[in-house]
C-alpha cells in the first residue's frame, strides 16, 4: 500500500456580521483545515491542521511543500513520515508555526488511514481502552459580556450535564475579576471554573489578579503570557496556589520540555492539530507523565479534530479532561462529520468505535463552505 495523493481544503463559516468577543479578538468566522490522504488501494485518511490565522497559507502548505514528501510513501509507517516531514521542513528555514499545523494534519489523516486498515479504533490501535472522558464547556462560548448573562449562560450548561467550564479574561482585571465573582456566585462549589486569559497580560497585572481567583476557587489559569515568555510563567507559578496550563502554542515536545523543566507550567494542553499530529501529541503526554502532570489537550474548529482528541485521552495514562466546543452554531463539529462529539448528561463522552478516527467526513461541505482569506478573529 502506498500513498496516491494527500491534499488539503480550507473552509470558513462566516457569522454574517455577528460577533463573539474573547481574549484573542472578535471571532467573526470559523476556519478549519481539513487534509485528505489517499492510498492506492482506495483507503481514505482525513485528519484536520489549525487554520493559524491563515487558513489558505496552512493548506497551501499541505499542498505544495508536504504532499511531495510523503506520496508514493507507505502511510502505515507514521513515525519515519513525520520525521521525513521534519527533518526536510522544520528543522531550519521553515514557515514558523504554520509548519508544525501542517504536519499535525497530514499525520492525523495518516494515523486514520493505519487504523482503516488494521479495522481498528485510534484508541484501540495505541493501546487505549474505551472509557468515559470528564468533559467541560469551552470553544468559541462564554465571552466578554456582563456578569448576569455570563452567568446566565454557564447555568444553561450546567444544566446540560457540565461539571466544569471555562470563562474568558483579557478584558481587565476589573472586570474579569467581577465576571468570575458573579459566575462562582451564581453556581455555586460544585461546578469547576477555568478560566483562559488568551495571553492578555503582563505579570504585573497577573500578580493582581491571582489573588482574587483564588478566592474564587479556580481550577486553572490558562495562557496568562504569550507562549515566548516562559519565564513569567516560571516565576508566576509558585506565587500562586491555581496551577497554570499552557501548551496549545508551544508545539513538538522540545517546547513542551521546556515548559516542564523550567516548572512553567502544571497542565499540558497540546492541540493535536498543532502539536504535531497524534504522533507528537502522544509524546507530549507522555513526557508530562514522566513529571507527572496532567494532558488537558487544547481542542480545534472541526469534529476531525475531536475524534483524534478523544482517542488520546483514552490512551493516555495522565489525561484529565476534554474540552467541549459549546458554541451555538458550528457546521464543522455539526455536519463535517458524523457521528458528531456529543457530552452526556453526565458531563462526560467517549471516543468513537469505529476504525481509524471512527468518523466519516461529509466532503460536500468542502464546496458548501469555501475558505474565506483573512484572519477569523479581529
Known amino acids: ?54 487558513p489558505q497559507v496552512v493548506a497551501d502548505l499541505v499542498n505544495t511543500s508536504l504532499a511531495p514528501l510523503v506520496v508514493g510513501e507507505d502511510p502505515l509507517a507514521v513515525e519515519h513520515l513525520w520525521d521525513k516531514m521534519y527533518f526536510s521542513q522544520g528543522r531550519t528555514h521553515h514557515a514558523g508555526w504554520a509548519m508544525w499545523k501542517a504536519m499535525s494534519g497530514i499525520d492525523i489523516a495518516l ?34 459580556q456582563p456578569p448576569e448573562s455570563l452567568a446566565e449562560e454557564a447555568q444553561g450548561y450546567v444544566e446540560q450535564g457540565f461539571t466544569a467550564l471555562k470563562l474568558r479574561l483579557g478584558d481587565s482585571v476589573e472586570n474579569d ?40 476557587n479556580v481550577y486553572w489559569i490558562e495562557e496568562p503570557f504569550p507562549p515566548d515568555n516562559v519565564r513569567d510563567y516560571a516565576l508566576l507559578a509558585p506565587r500562586t496556589r491555581i496551577p497554570l496550563a499552557a501548551g496549545e502554542n508551544h508545539f513538538l515536545r522540545y517546547q513542551a520540555r521546556q515548559l516542564l523543566e523550567t516548572e512553567a507550567v502544571q497542565i499540558l494542553q497540546p492541540d493535536v492539530s498543532k502539536a504535531g499530529g497524534v504522533t507528537e501529541t502522544k509524546k507530549i503526554a507522555d513526557l508530562a507523565a514522566a513529571y507527572r502532570r496532567p494532558f488537558a489537550p487544547h481542542t480545534s474548529m472541526s469534529g476531525i479534530n475531536s475524534a ?4 488520546l485521552l483514552a490512551v493516555c495514562s495522565n489525561a484529565l479532561i476534554y474540552e467541549a466546543d459549546v458554541a451555538r452554531v458550528n457546521p464543522f463539529r455539526d455536519d463535517l462529520v458524523s457521528p458528531k462529539p456529543v457530552v452526556g448528561r453526565d458531563g462526560c463522552i467517549e471516543p468513537y468505535d469505529g476504525p481509524g478516527l471512527g468518523i466519516e467526513v461529509d466532503e460536500s461541505l468542502f464546496a458548501k463552505y469555501p475558505g474565506i482569506p483573512g484572519p477569523c478573529y479581529y
Not at 116 to 143: D, E, F, N, Q, V
Not at 308 to 311: D, G, H, N, P
Open 1 to 54: 500500500m502506498k500513498i496516491r495523493d494527500v491534499s488539503a481544503v480550507a473552509l470558513s463559516y462566516d457569522f454574517g456580521g455577528r460577533s463573539i468577543t474573547l481574549g484573542v479578538g472578535k471571532a467573526v468566522k470559523r476556519d478549519v483545515v481539513v487534509v485528505r490522504v489517499r492510498t492506492d488501494d482506495g483507503i481514505v485518511g482525513y485528519g484536520e491542521s489549525h487554520h493559524a490565522l491563515a
Open 111 to 144: 494515523w486514520d488511514i493505519r487504523g482503516k486498515a488494521l479495522g481498528l479504533p485510534l484508541w484501540r490501535l495505541l493501546g487505549g481502552t474505551k472509557k468515559r472522558i470528564r468533559a467541560y464547556a469551552g470553544g468559541i462560548s462564554l465571552g466578554y
Open 177 to 216: 475579576l467581577a465576571r468570575v465573582r458573579y459566575v462562582r456566585q451564581a453556581l455555586g462549589d460544585h461546578v469547576d471554573i477555568m478560566v483562559d486569559v488568551n495571553t492578555k497580560y503582563t505579570y504585573q497585572q497577573m500578580l493582581r489578579l491571582a489573588p482574587g481567583l483564588e478566592e474564587c
Open 308 to 311: 483524534a482528541t478523544l482517542a
